[in-house]
């Protein structure tokens, strides 16, 4: 195998895997672990990856397609998203930015329950549309296909008529330093007027989105009311991210 399809394969096992182990890829590649350092290092070097001690992480967090991340910690998802309900009350109008974590807010929600829901995402749109107590309100805009929302000019001028009472954002990924981050430029605009616009603004983290930077800053975890997270993460949550409440 050539150096470059070698080091092509494996940034495909960092995507798939979200790491690489020295010893691992030495063993799977046959060659020295000198060799794989070696590699990591040009790869480093042109900004591809991250070297850690023993291996190393994506310089971003992957991008990996919506039905793709809907399959991703799916326990996890449920449990943040139970937790997140306990926080809604009848009849307030609510925002469910898209994301899969969030959509799974709209498959939970009691069929009983009145309530307004604001959202950008058309799967959170459809997952609701048996819910005849929920009045769905859908933001118009630019179609971004990777995340399956409307973003851009439009939706965010519209985001900006309402205040919702819980704005649950959706955050691919989420840092100490770096705070809140997206892959898509063009997220960031809406992103930070369902901020604006919210009386309280709560995010529902899972393990693989913890201590990661995407491409595009958000906003400060100063600017997020709550962190949801499951319940073995909560006292590792509570020393990173210390200024926000958890849950």
Known sequence: MLKEERQQAILNVLRMKGKVIVNDLASEYHISKD????DLQEMENQGLLK????????HHLPVANY??????ESIAKYQVAKKAISLIQENQLIAIDGSSTNKMIAKLLPMNMKLEVLTNSFPIANELA?????KVIVLGGDYLH????????????????????????GAHAIDADF??????EV???IKQQFIATANQVVV?????RIQKRSKYKVADLSDIDILICEDEKIKEIKTLYSQNRIM
């Open 35 to 38: 060799t794989v350092r070696r």
């Open 51 to 58: 070297r850690v001690f023993g291996g190393a992480l994506p």
């Open 67 to 72: 039905i793709e991340r809907e399959q991703e």
């Open 130 to 134: 048996n819910h005849v107590n929920i």
């Open 146 to 169: 990777e995340s399956m929302t409307n973003v851009g000019y439009n939706a965010t001028q519209q985001l900006s008529m309402f205040h919702p009472d819980i704005c649950f954002l």
């Open 179 to 184: 705070g809140i981050s997206v892959p898509f």
């Open 187 to 189: 997220e960031i605009s």
């Open 204 to 208: 529902l983290t899972t393990p693989n």
